[in-house]
């Protein structure tokens, strides 16, 4: 199978979490082929270089791929790893997620210096946040917040917390258990309260489907997380979530059933539309479309388009 294939080079962006799950990678690769030379090919997103933006307003987070695929379908590259919460609905034609790891943690971490809590902030604290997503669900359960935007790689959005900026800062416990940062974390987020977003806390591979490295990727994939992942981004399919839209899915499993919970909203937590259902893992595709319908029927395109006009 690798008889052709002497060295798999990985496109990755420069930041510190970027290049821990790029190395992450190469590290599994080189573990189930040890012939093989494994490389990495750094570069800085257009993601990475605007940083005086909201996220949502200046393309999304497909800002942060879109260099990764070109430099493979330059044949600089041939795969590319990515948090699969950074992952659109559509690949370029013939690019595929060849495979997806096992997934770290998935919740939301709430980060601050002086509070234990969300529920210890005091009124008209300043949280920072550059997702929709948690503004939405954070402007709900604190509506007296003052919600400011926040980005920047991890290291950049704790400085700020450091040096004043915020209050508190919400970011993903994946990122900071990756970087070994888990002792900023005061209190994970329960679902209940920020329900993850899609694919959050799971690495994925992309490759072309004619490429040769493309059947060796198999061999890291995690069948549960890939389920859990793929169940989630059929809700992304039907309501067209990209970071322009506070959407949140989160699936797991209990045993040989799959559980998957959806929210949609306004960013002001003005309306909001959630469900969830269980089925048999088996029927994970079903429940999916299942849960997407739920929120179409319950009013999902009505937000969707008062979304688009703003």
């Keep these: 199978m690798t008889a052709n294939i002497s060295e798999i080079r990985i496109a990755t962006r420069e930041s510190k979490l970027a290049l821990w799950q790029a190395e992450h990678v190469a590290a599994r690769l080189r573990a189930h082929y040890p012939h093989l030379a494994v490389r990495l090919v750094p570069m800085t997103t257009r993601g990475d270089q605007i940083l005086d933006a909201p996220l949502a307003r200046i393309g999304g987070k497909g800002l942060f791929i879109k260099e990764l695929e070109q430099a493979m379908a330059r044949g600089e590259a041939d795969i590319a790893v990515h948090s699969m919460k950074d992952v659109g609905v559509h690949l370029p034609e013939g690019f595929r997620i060849a495979a997806i790891l096992p997934r770290e943690n998935p919740h939301d971490a709430f980060v601050s210096n002086h ?156 309306r909001y539309l959630s469900a969830a259902d269980d089925a048999p893992r088996r029927d994970a595709e079903a429940l999916g479309n299942h849960i997407a319908a739920r929120l179409i029927a319950d009013g999902a395109r009505d937000i969707l388009q008062t979304l688009s006009h703003e």
Excluded: W
């Excluded at 005061?186 to 977003?197: I, K, T």
């Design 115 to 270: 509070y234990a809590s969300l529920a210890e902030l005091p009124p008209g604290a300043r949280v920072g946040t550059c997702s929709l997503r948690r503004r939405m669900q954070l402007a709900r359960l604190r509506p007296d917040l003052k919600l400011l935007d926040l980005r920047g790689n991890v290291q950049t959005r704790l400085d700020k917390l450091d040096r004043g900026d915020f209050d508190a800062i919400v970011l993903a416990c994946a990122g900071l258990i990756r970087l070994g940062l888990q002792a900023r974390i005061r209190a994970e987020l329960p679902p209940e309260q920020s329900l993850p977003a899609i694919g959050q806390g799971a690495i994925g591979i992309e490759c072309h489907e004619t490429s040769a490295v493309y059947p060796l990727l198999a061999a890291l994939d995690d069948a549960d997380t890939a389920l859990c992942v793929h169940t989630e981004r059929i809700i992304n399919t039907h309501l067209e979530g990209s970071c322009q839209v506070p959407l949140a899915a989160h699936a797991a499993l209990h045993g040989e059933r799959i559980h998957l919970a959806a929210r949609i909203g306004m960013p002001d937590g003005s």
